[in-house]
C-alpha cells in the first residue's frame, strides 16, 4: 500500500489543517478535496486539494470569511480599519474632502452667484437706458438659466462625481 492509498477521516484532517470537522465536509462537497468512502478522504489528494485551495484564495486577494475562518476575517477587517484610517488621514491633510462638504461648499457659492445673477439685468437697464426692453428679456432669460444651472450644481455634485469616475476609468 503506497502512502496515496491512505485514507484518514474528516477528524484527522480537521486537525492536520486547523479547522472543523464539518468544514472538511464542506471542502469534499464543494469539490476541494477528494471523498473516497464514507468518511474517508486520500492523503496525497486530500493534501494537495487543499493547498491548492488555499493557493487560489491567496493569488485572488479574497479575504472573504468561510465559516469558521476566524483569521481571514480578521484580516479583512483589519484592511477595512486601515484603509478608513487613511481617509481620515487623508480629509485631515485637506488632501480630500467628502462629498457633502463639497456640496455644502458649492451649495453657499452657488446662492451668491445667483444673488449676483438676480441684479443683472436691472443693473444693465440702469447702465445702457438705451437698450430696449426685448434686450433686457433677453438678458433676463439667459441670466435666468444661468442661475438656474448654478442653483441645481450642489444636488448634481454626486452625479457630476460618479461621471468623473466613468472618464477616468475610460481613460486607463
Do not use: C, W
Amino acid at each position: 500500500m503506497s502512502t496515496g492509498d491512505i485514507n484518514r477521516g474528516a477528524d484527522f484532517y480537521a486537525r492536520l489543517f486547523n479547522v472543523t470537522e464539518r468544514r472538511v465536509q464542506q471542502l469534499a462537497k464543494e469539490g476541494i478535496i477528494p471523498k473516497v468512502g464514507r468518511g474517508k478522504y486520500p492523503l496525497i489528494g486530500t493534501i494537495q486539494g487543499y493547498v491548492k485551495f488555499l493557493q487560489d484564495r491567496a493569488a485572488a486577494n479574497s479575504f472573504e470569511a468561510a465559516p469558521g475562518d476566524i483569521q481571514a476575517e480578521r484580516i479583512r477587517l483589519t484592511r477595512a480599519q486601515a484603509d478608513a484610517q487613511e481617509l481620515k488621514n487623508a480629509i485631515a491633510q485637506k488632501k480630500l474632502v467628502p462629498v457633502e462638504f463639497a456640496a455644502y461648499a458649492v451649495g453657499g457659492s452657488a446662492a451668491q452667484i445667483a444673488s449676483i445673477f438676480d441684479t443683472i439685468p436691472m443693473t444693465m437697464k440702469r447702465r445702457h437706458p438705451e437698450l430696449e426692453a426685448r434686450h433686457i428679456d433677453s438678458i433676463t432669460r439667459e441670466v435666468s438659466r444661468a442661475r438656474n444651472h448654478a442653483a441645481q450644481l450642489p444636488e448634481k455634485l454626486p452625479e457630476l462625481l460618479d461621471d468623473y469616475f466613468r472618464v477616468l476609468e475610460a481613460s486607463e
